[in-house]
């Protein structure tokens, strides 16, 4: 509505145009489940209805392009590679642009390589065009004399960082980018030229710091009409962390071109192979359902863990012996207070954010934290900043219901709130977050969770932090949950390993090593 009202307007007979020349002029390169190779490219319908007829459709009132960015997020194997290759081709010689440069990049040579050789492969598929151009293989180089256009494949790593006047840009696998220089400058590359085409193509990362899920979370508010951008067309496929991932309805929700380039069989055969290890079921989930995960295998058995789930309340443990963990934050991450109750293997928790960061979530689509606080599983402190002092406030109620063992408190960030609970009489100790102090809580979760002995409550942001959850293994064997490696925040599943720890250690008598007054 806001493009049509700013004077777009969809030009019917563009699209016929086009779809002749993907028939004619576009051979299908490999061999697949619904097509053979040397066939003419008829796209599947979501490829069409999705990319092709908006793009080449869409107008401006100046008869140019409406949209100049497109972002595709599909699993493998559902031909993004090859679309790029095909938008490739289109651009260097059949879109009436002078001198057009046209780049495939992606952050590794070897990347870059497939949609160029996707686009030569069609070239050399193309007698007209086969005369008309000059290949060389060698450089990743398409020169088109006749028009003055080139196509290169480039990796991220190029040094030459500017000069670029692109027509467009064929971006594959953004998730795998380690920083943003090329991709900034190359998104600015087209600027000059009237009807530029970026396009990214790629899976599921595991940063959600990175700039593809930048891009994603952008994208995804365009299509959610929570930005206003006429010129970027998002495209994203996949399951939520809420659909069976061995369900085949979820396989079909997740893959567009199911039954066209993916084989069931082969697909079925995948998802029995991601059960063997918690690495091989995030490859599954990331790769073949297009679900951000953690950067390693979780920490956890969460197959195990949501099995152990039990409904039971606050009060029927009241009076019961028990150690708490405390990780503190204040804007960002989440603050959680964790209880263990190692002679029953109970949990409880109480987590805290901010509602900028629940306005920030909802905005992003990141997560549940509108509903999670409306239901109180999350307690919502007003503007910018944790309440310290409404968080103090609330743990020492809490803990006046129960026999308070012990409480390990991370030193960052915990000076107010230490004093106040030591002022109130509570068994509360500075409990670094190091390799050394954590080894024993997570090897006994790790332990407890695999054998089915832990208890964990029903408590959705305590079990989403459990799956977020990554451990590292230093090099004298001592391991901890890692942030860094975790897709997303684990301050409870922190909380609950520092309570542990803490436990584990009175148990055992083994003294942590003495805490030297330093925050790592």
């Not at 307690?379 to 109620?397: L, M, N, P, T």
Request: charged share 25%.
């Amino acid at each position: 509505r806001v493009a049509a009202s700013e004077g777009c307007y969809v030009d019917e007979h563009a699209p016929k145009r086009i779809l002749d020349y993907f028939r004619t002029r576009c051979s299908i390169t490999t061999d697949t489940v619904g097509a053979k190779s040397g066939d003419g490219y008829d796209p599947l319908p979501w490829q069409w209805d999705r990319i092709w007829f908006p793009l080449f459709a869409w107008r401006r009132p100046n008869g140019k392009r409406r949209f100049r960015y497109i972002y595709l997020e599909v699993p493998k194997k559902n031909g993004k590679s090859y679309m790029m290759g095909v938008l490739g081709k289109y651009c260097l010689h059949y879109d009436g642009e002078a001198n057009a440069e046209i780049y495939s990049i992606s952050p590794s040579r070897a990347q870059s390589r497939i949609s160029w050789q996707e686009g030569y492969r069609m070239m050399m598929g193309d007698w007209e065009l086969r005369e008309e151009c000059k290949p060389l293989e060698s450089q990743l180089l398409i020169r088109h004399p006749k028009s003055g256009s080139i196509w290169k494949a480039l990796a991220s790593s190029t040094d030459k960082m500017d000069g670029y006047k692109s027509h467009c840009v064929l971006f594959d696998e953004l998730h795998e980018a380690n920083n943003r220089k090329i991709f900034d400058v190359m998104r600015d590359s087209g600027l000059a030229r009237q009807q530029s085409i970026f396009m990214v193509g790629t899976t599921a990362g595991t940063n959600l710091g990175s700039v593809c899920y930048e891009q994603r979370t952008y994208a995804l508010q365009v299509a959610n009409s929570q930005l206003v951008d006429p010129t970027v067309l998002p495209v994203v496929y996949g399951a939520t962390e809420d659909d069976d991932p061995y369900d085949p309805a979820t396989w079909r929700k997740a893959n567009p071109s199911w039954g066209a380039t993916i084989d069931e069989y082969e697909f079925r055969s995948a998802a029995e192979r991601s059960k063997a290890s918690p690495k091989a079921f995030n490859e599954f989930c990331r790769l073949r359902l297009n679900i951000w995960t953690n950067a390693g295998a979780g920490a956890f058995d969460m197959t195990k863990y949501v099995e152990a789930i039990e409904n039971y309340t606050e009060e029927s443990l009241y009076g019961q012996p028990c150690y708490g963990g405390i990780d503190l934050s204040s804007t960002s991450d989440l603050t959680a207070f964790v209880l263990y109750f190692p002679q029953t293997k109970q949990v409880l928790a109480w987590c805290w954010t901010t509602s900028d960061q629940i306005k920030a979530r909802s905005m992003k689509n990141i997560q549940k934290y509108d509903e999670w606080a409306t239901n109180r599983h999350l307690r919502v402190c007003k503007g910018y900043a944790i309440d310290h002092a409404e968080v103090a406030a609330e743990i020492e109620k809490v803990c006046g219901n129960f026999k308070m063992l012990g409480i390990a408190i991370d030193p960052a960030q915990a000076g107010y709130t230490f004093k106040i609970l030591e002022k109130a009489g509570l068994p509360i100790k500075y409990f670094p977050q190091s390799a050394r102090y954590m080894n024993l809580g997570v090897k006994t979760l790790e332990e407890d969770i695999g054998n089915g002995v832990l208890r964990p409550p029903n408590h959705p942001v305590l079990t989403w932090a459990m799956k977020n959850a990554v451990s590292h293994v230093n090099k004298d064997g001592y391991q901890r949950l890692d942030k860094s490696r975790s897709a997303d925040k684990i301050d409870p599943a922190q909380a609950l390993a520092m309570a542990v720890s803490m436990e584990q250690i009175d148990k055992t008598n083994e003294e942590p090593p003495q805490w030297d007054g330093s925050v790592t």
